[in-house]
């Protein structure tokens, strides 16, 4: 079985190893095909690398292009322009075409040339000449430039949904260059295909895992953070786009559907997402410092460990949401709505949550210490172990909430609505307020 195997005349092995042409043509005529084959052949190379340079300058266009905004191109084989969208498209087919009609030819020259034509009859070009460095070049030019530019393109379109489609089509044309490398490897070279036949297996691995993605759903493994800082992106959709890690600092994002989207670990520093739609949205260890978030929906978000601080939440929607552990110390939540939300262990220090929503909030191990909760609705929430010391809690509402081992000391506060609270054991009060709370409500501190 090895033996038929590796029998270069038989099937499968003659299919990249074919046997050595037998050419019977009068040598003027060789002669002339070798040239006028040499001659197409270093025509349509200069144009295929041309189209490469153009390409790779072009994707160098900022992010923001990459979202249907900004930049256009305009193709040297067109007078018209074109959004950078249909060019990251467009790319590929033009140059997969370009390849194609280029190896027509380059089979023609393998064919002439393996006459033993002598080197003064060939036309001096780049590909005749049999020494190392021009080899190298002439492999760059016939089998590894557009293989290059796709891997670039789909670099390019990482963040985008549609990545996947991109790396598959990068695959697919990388497996027929390689193979077509292996196939036409020169005998004295032939030591280097077992590193081509790895490549081409990390290749068809490759397209395998993109095409899973495709097919069973998730998210490409595969990416790259987004720059977009200062962009404007008013009123766009970017729910599908992968925004892990991007550089969004001062980007304009109001009214921005961003429903769903990860942006886990993003620098949203002042940026303006003035009612932007962020429901269901990852926003683990983001930086939204000094960002303003006026009347944004932040429902179920989640924000675990985000920096908030001093940003402006004023209005917001942030019901069912997540901010366990996040830094909002001196932010203006006045008017937010917090129903419902984890707020376990952040930081609230100074924070502004008069006549915020805090119905049913989980504020255990917070620290609220000198945060102003004037007319605040907290009626059933949970301030286990919480510091409220300084805290301004005037009209607040208090039905209901547990209460349990907080420090409220020097914490402005109604007793009244203190008595409303359903719980307050082990809770440290300055001693007016304790006296206060024993003489209206005593069975509040009882153990």
């Not at 044309?173 to 077509?180: D, E, M, Q, S």
């Not at 490398?181 to 395998?208: E, K, Y």
């Not at 932040?298 to 942030?318: D, K, Q, V, W």
Request: some cysteine.
């Amino acid at each position: 079985m090895l033996t038929r195997l590796s029998d270069r005349t038989r099937a499968p092995r003659f299919w990249w190893f074919p046997e050595e042409a037998q050419v019977a043509i009068e040598p003027r005529d060789l002669q002339k095909l070798h040239r006028e084959c040499s001659e197409t052949i270093r025509r349509t190379s200069l144009i295929l690398l041309g189209l490469c340079i153009f390409s790779l300058v072009s994707l160098g266009a900022t992010d923001e292009s990459l979202l249907g905004l900004g930049k256009t191109i305009k193709p040297p084989f067109a007078n018209t322009e074109i959004s950078f969208l249909a060019f990251l498209y467009l790319v590929p087919v033009i140059l997969v075409a370009t390849a194609l009609y280029l190896h027509v030819f380059v089979g023609k020259w393998i064919y002439y040339s393996s006459t033993g034509l002598q080197a003064d009859k060939k036309l001096l070009t780049i590909f005749n000449i049999d020494e190392t460095v021009p080899r190298f070049f002439s492999g760059v030019l016939f089998y590894w430039q557009v293989v290059l530019v796709l891997f670039v393109l789909t670099w390019k379109a990482l963040p985008r949904p549609d990545a996947p489609h991109f790396v598959i089509l990068s695959c697919a044309v990388t497996a027929g260059f390689i193979f077509l490398r292996i196939r036409r490897q020169p005998g004295a070279s032939r030591h280097w295909n077992r590193l081509l036949w790895v490549a081409l297996a990390a290749d068809i691995a490759l397209f395998l895992y993109a095409a899973s993605v495709i097919t069973y759903g998730g998210k490409l493994l595969l990416t790259r953070n987004l720059y977009l800082y200062g962009a404007k992106l008013q009123n766009v959709d970017l729910r599908r786009f992968q925004m892990r890690d991007a550089d969004m600092r001062e980007a304009k994002l109001s009214g921005a559907s961003l429903i769903g989207a990860e942006l886990s670990g993003a620098n949203l520093s002042g940026a303006d997402l003035t009612g932007a739609n962020l429901i269901r949205a990852g926003l683990n260890a983001a930086n939204l410092r000094g960002a303003n978030l006026t009347s944004a929906y932040l429902s179920r978000a989640n924000s675990t460990g985000a920096n908030l601080r001093g940003s402006n939440l004023s209005r917001a929607y942030l019901s069912g949401a997540d901010l366990s552990k996040a830094d909002l110390r001196g932010a203006n939540l006045s008017g937010a709505d917090l129903r419902e939300a984890n707020v376990r262990s952040a930081y609230l220090s100074r924070a502004n949550l008069t006549k915020a929503d805090l119905r049913g909030i989980n504020l255990s191990g917070a620290d609220l210490s000198g945060a102003d909760l004037s007319g605040a609705n907290l009626s059933r929430a949970i301030v286990n172990k919480a510091n409220l010391s300084g805290a301004n809690l005037r009209e607040a509402n208090l039905s209901g909430a547990i209460l349990t081992n907080s420090d409220l000391r020097y914490a402005a506060v109604d007793i009244l609505g203190l008595c409303r609270a359903r719980e307050m054991k082990a809770v440290e009060l300055n001693s007016d307020h304790k006296a206060a709370v024993n003489q209206n409500c005593p069975s509040l501190l009882t153990e």
